[in-house]
């Protein structure tokens, strides 16, 4: 199953976060709730965690950017999809392309 990685809505008046630093790349083993990238919001810097195990299969925005509440930052693959899964995945939900790396 592929899993969104999206930016939640961390306070009331939140509308965007700017993406810090990913603490993983792709690639990478990753656990469910572990921290997977700085952002920041209007008022604090958080770590966002991963919404499922598996393995971080694409990052789609890069550090330095920003993005709004609700938009897909990376894909999550929690088991045996292939990148020709992770493309037509990206494709459906809009954000076709490579932007990592």
């Known amino acids: 199953m592929l899993v969104k990685v999206v930016i ?12 810090v630093r990913w603490l993983k790349t792709e ?12 952002i920041i919001t ?3 810097t958080v770590e966002l965690e991963a ?3 598996g393995v971080l299969a694409r ?3 890069q550090a330095g950017e ?3 509440v609700g938009e897909m930052v990376a894909v999550i ?7 020709a899964d992770v493309d037509a ?4 939900a809009g954000r076709s392309g490579r932007t990592a790396r």
């Not at 939640?8 to 993406?19: T, V, Y």
């Open 77 to 83: 693959a929690t088991a045996g999809e292939g990148g």
């Open 89 to 92: 995945f990206l494709a459906d």
């Open 8 to 19: 939640p809505k961390l306070s009331m008046r939140a509308e965007d976060a700017e993406l």
């Open 51 to 53: 919404p499922a195990s």
């Open 42 to 44: 209007e008022k604090a």
């Open 66 to 68: 920003t993005v709004g």
């Open 27 to 38: 690639g990478d083993a990753i656990e469910e709730k572990q921290p997977i990238l700085e």
């Open 59 to 61: 990052i789609t925005r």
